[in-house]
C-alpha cells in the first residue's frame, strides 16, 4: 500500500506531501490544476523514464519520495532481499533527477540501478491510463492473470517441474553432441597419454622422495664409509680412541670418590660416556660394513628420477599430480568409450519427459481455455455495468514457436506452458476484437482495467490501483455504476482515482483536491484533504459550477451521505 508521496519542485508543483490511507481516495481538481501530474511523479519512483524537462524553472533537482506499506507484500520483501537490501515492512523509494543528467534512485536510503528499482517497486502500484506501468497492456502479464483467475498454481508447478528435468536431460545430450564431434581425435590424444602414464608404474606418491634420499646415500657412499670408518678408530679401535681414555678417567674418579663422595656423579657419567662412545663406535663400523658403491642401482634410480621429471613437466607439479592426472584421462576415456550407450540412454529418458511434459502441458492449456471463458464472462458482466455493454473480449490462445520442441507431440513448450496469452477486445459492436494496447480511447482502456480489477482483485498481488480517465466519456448511471465499482475494488485493495464527475467522486473515503494559483509571478500546484464542508461544495462544484445553490448543496450531501 501506497502511504504517502512527496513531491518536490516538479513541474509546477513546488511541494506537495499526500498522506494516504487504505480504500478509495479520490483526487479531483480542474483541468489543468496539475492532477496527472502526481500520476506522473508516482510513474517516476516505479521506474519510468525520467526527462529534465519536468524539473521546476529554477530548481537544480526534482526529487519524488514514495511511502510502501509491505506488511502484506512478501513477493516484494523476497525482491528486496534477492537484490541485496534490507528487506522491511516499509519501502521508501526516492529518485532525484538533475539537471546535470545524473539523475539517482534510492531504496530505504540505498543507491541502487534503473533496473533493480523496476524489479522491487515494479509491481507495487498498478497504474491506469496510458502508462508503461499499466500492467494490462503487457501480454506476458495476461498469462499470469489468466492463471490466478483459474487457480492453475499447482497446473503451472507441473510443467515447470516437467519442463526444468527435460532441459538438464538436453543440456546433457548437447554436451554428448559437441562431445561426439571431436571424440575421435581426443580419445586418441587421451589414450597416448593414458599409456605413457599407465607405463610409468605409478602406484605411490611418495616414490619421488624416496629414491631421491636413496640416489644421495649411492652418490656418496664412499665418503660416508670412510668417514664412518674414521669416527669408529676416533672412538674405539684406534691408537688413544675415545673409550679408552674415558675409561681411565673414570675409574680414576672413581678412586676418588671414595674418599669424596661428592664425585660420584661425576664417575658415573664418565663411565655412561664410555660405555656411549663404545656403542656409537659398534653402530658406525657395522655403517661401513653396510654403505657401498652400486654403480647399476644408481643408473636405475637416475633413469626412474628423469622419467617422473619428464611427466611432472608435461602432467603436473608433483608426482601426486600426474597420478590424479593419469586417474583422471582414465575417467574420461570411460567416459567417451560409453558416450554411444549414455546418449542412448538420455534419449529414452527424453521421451519419457517429453511425454510427461506434453501431458502436463496439455493439461494446463485445457484448464486455461476453461478458464479464459470464465473470465470473459465475468469481465464482461462488469463492462456492461460500466457502460461497455457491447464490448467483446476474447483470450487468445496461440502455440509457442519457441522452447522445448516435443517432435513426437508436435509441441513447443516453454517453463509456463505451450502457449502465448493475450486479452482482446472490441469496443464496438462490428468491429474485430484487437490487442488492448491498440484501443483508442483511454477511458475504454481504465474502465477495461476497472472490470478486470473488479473481478481478480482478490488475487492480484499488486497493492494499490491507480485508475485515470475512468470516467472519460460516461455520465449519469453509468458514473454511478463505476463509482460503485471502484469502492467494490477498493475492499480489497488501496485504490486511487482522477475524476471530474462528482457521482464518482461521492464514493470516496477520502477526497483531495488539487488547484493551482498564481504566486509571486509563478503558477504553483496545490493538494488538500477535503473534509465536511469543504467536501461538500467540492461535489456541489463538480455537479453546478461555480454558482452553488442550496439545492446543489444539498444534492452533494446526498450523494456524499450514500
Same mark, same amino acid.
Given at each position: 500500500?501506497?502511504?504517502?508521496?512527496?513531491?518536490?519542485?516538479?513541474?509546477?508543483?513546488?511541494?506537495?506531501? @499526500?498522506?494516504?490511507?487504505?480504500?478509495?481516495?479520490?483526487?479531483?481538481?480542474?483541468? !489543468?490544476?496539475?492532477?496527472?501530474?502526481?500520476?506522473?511523479?508516482?510513474?517516476?519512483?516505479?521506474?519510468?523514464?525520467?526527462?529534465?524537462?519536468?524539473?521546476?524553472?529554477?530548481?537544480?533537482?526534482?526529487?519524488?519520495?514514495?511511502?510502501?506499506?509491505?506488511?502484506?507484500?512478501?513477493?516484494?520483501?523476497?525482491? @528486496?532481499?534477492?537484490?541485496?537490501?534490507?528487506?522491511?515492512?516499509?519501502?521508501?523509494?526516492?529518485?532525484?533527477?538533475?539537471?546535470?543528467?545524473?539523475?539517482?534512485?534510492?531504496?530505504?536510503?540505498?543507491?541502487?540501478?534503473?533496473?533493480?528499482?523496476?524489479?522491487? #517497486?515494479?509491481?507495487?502500484?498498478?497504474?491506469?491510463?496510458?502508462?508503461?506501468?499499466?500492467?494490462?497492456?503487457?501480454?506476458?502479464?495476461?498469462?499470469?492473470?489468466?492463471?490466478?483467475?483459474?487457480?492453475?498454481?499447482?497446473?503451472?508447478?507441473?510443467?515447470?517441474?516437467?519442463?526444468?528435468?527435460?532441459?538438464?536431460?538436453?543440456?546433457?545430450?548437447?554436451?554428448?553432441?559437441?562431445?561426439?564431434?571431436? /571424440?575421435?581425435?581426443?580419445?586418441?590424444?587421451?589414450?597416448?597419454?593414458?599409456?605413457?602414464? &599407465?607405463?610409468?608404474?605409478?602406484?605411490?606418491?611418495?616414490?619421488?622422495?624416496?629414491?631421491?634420499?636413496?640416489?644421495?646415500?649411492? /652418490?656418496?657412499?664412499?665418503?660416508?664409509?670412510?668417514?664412518?670408518?674414521?669416527?669408529?678408530?676416533?672412538?674405539?679401535?684406534?691408537?688413544?680412541?675415545?673409550?679408552?681414555?674415558?675409561?681411565?678417567?673414570?675409574?680414576?674418579?672413581?678412586?676418588?670418590?671414595?674418599?669424596?663422595?661428592?664425585?660420584?656423579?661425576?664417575?658415573?657419567? @664418565?663411565?655412561?660416556?664410555?660405555?656411549?662412545?663404545?656403542?656409537?663406535?659398534?653402530?658406525?663400523?657395522?655403517?661401513?660394513?653396510?654403505?657401498?658403491?652400486?654403480?647399476?642401482?644408481?643408473?636405475?634410480?637416475?633413469?626412474?628420477?628423469?622419467?617422473?621429471?619428464?611427466?611432472?613437466?608435461?602432467?603436473?607439479?608433483?608426482?601426486?599430480?600426474?597420478?590424479? %592426472?593419469?586417474?583422471?584421462?582414465?575417467?574420461?576415456?570411460?567416459?567417451?568409450?560409453?558416450?554411444?550407450?549414455?546418449?542412448?540412454?538420455?534419449?529414452?529418458?527424453?521421451? /519419457?519427459?517429453?511425454?510427461?511434459?506434453?501431458?502436463?502441458?496439455?493439461?494446463?492449456?485445457?484448464? %486455461?481455455?476453461? +478458464?479464459?471463458?470464465?473470465?470473459?464472462?465475468?469481465?464482461?458482466?462488469?463492462?456492461?455495468?460500466?457502460?461497455?455493454?457491447? +464490448?467483446?473480449?476474447?483470450? /487468445? @490462445?496461440?502455440?509457442?514457436?519457441? !522452447?522445448? !520442441?516435443?517432435?513426437?507431440?508436435?509441441?513447443?513448450?516453454?517453463?509456463?506452458?505451450?502457449?502465448?496469452?493475450?486479452?482482446?477486445?472490441?469496443?464496438?459492436?462490428?468491429?474485430?476484437?484487437?490487442?488492448?494496447?491498440?484501443?483508442?480511447?483511454?477511458?475504454?482502456?481504465?474502465?477495461?482495467?476497472? +472490470?478486470?480489477?473488479?473481478?481478480? #482483485?482478490?488475487?492480484?498481488?499488486?497493492?494499490?490501483?491507480?485508475?485515470?480517465?475512468?470516467?472519460?466519456?460516461?455520465?449519469?448511471?453509468?458514473?454511478?455504476?463505476?463509482?460503485?465499482?471502484?469502492?467494490?475494488?477498493?475492499?480489497?485493495?488501496?485504490?486511487?482515482?482522477?475524476?471530474?464527475?462528482?457521482?464518482?467522486?461521492?464514493?470516496?473515503?477520502?477526497?483531495?483536491?488539487?488547484?493551482?494559483?498564481?504566486?509571486?509571478?509563478? *503558477?504553483?500546484?496545490?493538494?488538500?484533504?477535503?473534509?465536511?464542508?469543504?467536501?461538500?461544495?467540492?461535489? +456541489?462544484?463538480?455537479?453546478?459550477?461555480?454558482?452553488?445553490? &442550496?439545492? *446543489?448543496?444539498?444534492?452533494?450531501?446526498?450523494?456524499?451521505?450514500?
Amino acid at each position: 500500500m501506497l502511504s504517502s508521496l512527496t513531491i518536490k519542485d516538479f513541474a509546477i508543483i513546488d511541494r506537495v506531501t @499526500l498522506e494516504l490511507g487504505p480504500g478509495l481516495t479520490v483526487i479531483t481538481g480542474e483541468t !489543468g490544476a496539475g492532477k496527472s501530474i502526481l500520476i506522473d511523479a508516482l510513474n517516476l519512483v516505479l521506474g519510468g523514464r525520467a526527462s529534465t524537462e519536468v524539473i521546476r524553472t529554477g530548481a537544480d533537482a526534482a526529487t519524488v519520495e514514495a511511502l510502501f506499506d509491505l506488511a502484506d507484500s512478501p513477493e516484494v520483501q523476497a525482491r @528486496l532481499t534477492a537484490a541485496g537490501l534490507e528487506a522491511a515492512d516499509q519501502l521508501v523509494v526516492r529518485r532525484v533527477l538533475s539537471r546535470s543528467g545524473r539523475h539517482r534512485v534510492y531504496l530505504n536510503d540505498s543507491l541502487v540501478t534503473l533496473a533493480t528499482l523496476g524489479e522491487v #517497486a515494479g509491481s507495487l502500484v498498478d497504474i491506469s491510463g496510458q502508462h508503461e506501468h499499466y500492467s494490462l497492456l503487457k501480454p506476458d502479464f495476461h498469462l499470469e492473470l489468466l492463471d490466478r483467475m483459474g487457480q492453475l498454481g499447482p497446473q503451472r508447478q507441473a510443467v515447470a517441474g516437467a519442463y526444468e528435468v527435460l532441459s538438464d536431460i538436453d543440456s546433457e545430450l548437447e554436451k554428448l553432441s559437441e562431445a561426439a564431434l571431436k /571424440r575421435g581425435e581426443r580419445e586418441g590424444y587421451l589414450q597416448f597419454q593414458y599409456q605413457e602414464l &599407465e607405463a610409468a608404474k605409478l602406484n605411490d606418491a611418495d616414490e619421488e622422495d624416496t629414491l631421491e634420499q636413496e640416489r644421495r646415500l649411492l /652418490r656418496n657412499a664412499e665418503k660416508l664409509r670412510q668417514t664412518a670408518s674414521q669416527a669408529e678408530d676416533a672412538l674405539y679401535a684406534g691408537e688413544g680412541a675415545a673409550t679408552e681414555g674415558l675409561s681411565r678417567a673414570a675409574r680414576a674418579i672413581r678412586e676418588l670418590a671414595a674418599l669424596d663422595p661428592s664425585l660420584e656423579p661425576v664417575a658415573t657419567d @664418565l663411565e655412561t660416556a664410555a660405555a656411549l662412545a663404545e656403542d656409537s663406535a659398534r653402530t658406525l663400523s657395522a655403517y661401513a660394513r653396510r654403505v657401498h658403491a652400486d654403480p647399476d642401482r644408481l643408473e636405475v634410480i637416475e633413469e626412474r628420477l628423469a622419467e617422473f621429471a619428464r611427466l611432472r613437466r608435461k602432467h603436473g607439479a608433483t608426482l601426486g599430480e600426474v597420478i590424479a %592426472r593419469r586417474d583422471a584421462i582414465a575417467a574420461e576415456l570411460a567416459m567417451l568409450r560409453n558416450a554411444e550407450e549414455t546418449a542412448t540412454e538420455l534419449e529414452a529418458a527424453r521421451e /519419457r519427459a517429453a511425454t510427461k511434459l506434453a501431458a502436463a502441458a496439455r493439461a494446463l492449456s485445457d484448464a %486455461r481455455r476453461k +478458464a479464459a471463458g470464465v473470465l470473459c464472462k465475468a469481465i464482461q458482466a462488469e463492462l456492461a455495468d460500466l457502460g461497455m455493454g457491447r +464490448a467483446v473480449l476474447d483470450v /487468445r @490462445l496461440e502455440p509457442l514457436t519457441g !522452447g522445448a !520442441g516435443l517432435k513426437a507431440e508436435a509441441l513447443h513448450v516453454s517453463a509456463r506452458g505451450a502457449e502465448r496469452v493475450e486479452f482482446l477486445m472490441s469496443a464496438n459492436p462490428g468491429e474485430a476484437p484487437g490487442p488492448l494496447s491498440r484501443i483508442a480511447s483511454g477511458g475504454e482502456l481504465s474502465r477495461f482495467m476497472l +472490470a478486470v480489477k473488479r473481478v481478480i #482483485a482478490a488475487r492480484d498481488p499488486v497493492g494499490t490501483y491507480i485508475f485515470d480517465e475512468v470516467d472519460s466519456g460516461v455520465g449519469g448511471p453509468t458514473a454511478e455504476a463505476i463509482g460503485r465499482k471502484l469502492a467494490a475494488v477498493s475492499e480489497s485493495r488501496q485504490a486511487l482515482c482522477i475524476t471530474h464527475l462528482p457521482q464518482i467522486a461521492a464514493f470516496g473515503q477520502a477526497h483531495l483536491h488539487v488547484e493551482k494559483h498564481v504566486e509571486d509571478g509563478r *503558477t504553483v500546484s496545490h493538494v488538500r484533504a477535503l473534509e465536511g464542508e469543504a467536501r461538500v461544495h467540492e461535489i +456541489a462544484r463538480m455537479l453546478g459550477g461555480t454558482k452553488l445553490g &442550496e439545492a *446543489t448543496l444539498e444534492l452533494a450531501r446526498e450523494m456524499l451521505a450514500g
